[in-house]
């Protein structure tokens, strides 16, 4: 069965400082991969995605994923934190095969401090 | 293009009752998929749901039902509520079913008393 783990329930870095929030995955098959961010009172947004091909994927708000087969990971960076960044992290994997439904990570908080 | 819409936004009900959540999806997408999250168990997956019919379903006892409706629209209700369904319920949109990108609604805060 896909699962998704995330180190770390919070994280907190300096502005500017560079984010790193961890993500690793159990998957029977090749996965999809998902972050989705997640501000006070409000829904999930989509951050960015690993479907095929390159592994190192672009998102919104100058974050960025790398997919690892090797390391079964997906971590998400950014270069520079700023205050607008914290909020509530989520790694996510589709279950596989026919089903599509999200299996979601814990989350990590990420505090900025100025 | 609207986003995912849900109503209401917040309730609080008594244990025992039965609530209804709204979920309207993106236009032109035909899929909605049903999460609760709650500070414990995180984010989990309830049900999906395509033309009307329900395509998959998560680890919930049978109090959590859903439908969707021919415009896409979907429903949620949970019968005989308890404390421990207090959570965020979130709502998910996507073209088709098992469909990987899914586009997430604000979400019905429900606070069971």
């Known amino acids: 069965a896909q699962s998704v783990t995330q180190l770390g329930s919070h994280v907190s870095v300096s502005e500017g400082a560079l984010v790193l929030l961890r993500c690793n995955y159990s998957?029977?098959?090749?996965?999809?991969l998902f972050w989705y961010v997640q501000y006070p009172n409000q829904g999930l947004q989509l951050l960015l995605k690993y479907t095929t091909g390159a592994t190192l994927v672009k998102g919104i708000n100058g974050f960025e994923a790398e997919f690892k087969k090797s390391e079964t990971s997906f971590h998400l960076t950014k270069p520079s934190a700023h205050m607008s960044d914290a909020a509530e992290y989520f790694c996510?994997?589709?279950?596989?095969?026919?089903?599509?439904?999200?299996?979601f990570g814990k989350g990590t908080k990420l505090s900025v401090k100025p | 293009k609207a986003g995912v819409t849900q109503t209401p936004r917040y309730l609080i009900k008594t244990r025992g009752q039965q609530v209804t959540l709204s979920c309207s999806p993106i236009?032109?997408?035909?899929?909605v998929s049903w999460y609760q999250q709650t500070p414990g168990q995180g984010l989990q997956f309830l049900f999906e749901y395509f033309s009307e019919t329900q395509r998959n379903k998560g680890n919930f006892p049978g109090r959590f039902s859903g439908r969707q409706f021919s415009n896409s629209r979907s429903e949620m209700n949970v019968s005989t509520l308890e404390l421990g369904d207090s959570a965020l319920y979130l709502c998910?949109?996507?073209?088709?079913?098992?469909?990987?990108?899914?586009?997430f609604g604000p979400g019905t805060r429900l606070l069971v008393l």
């Open positions: 996510a994997v589709t279950a596989g095969g026919s089903q599509g439904n999200l299996i």
């Open positions: 998957s029977s098959v090749p996965p999809y």
């Open positions: 998910a949109s996507s073209l088709f079913a098992h469909q990987e990108t899914q586009y």
């Open positions: 236009s032109g997408h035909r899929s």
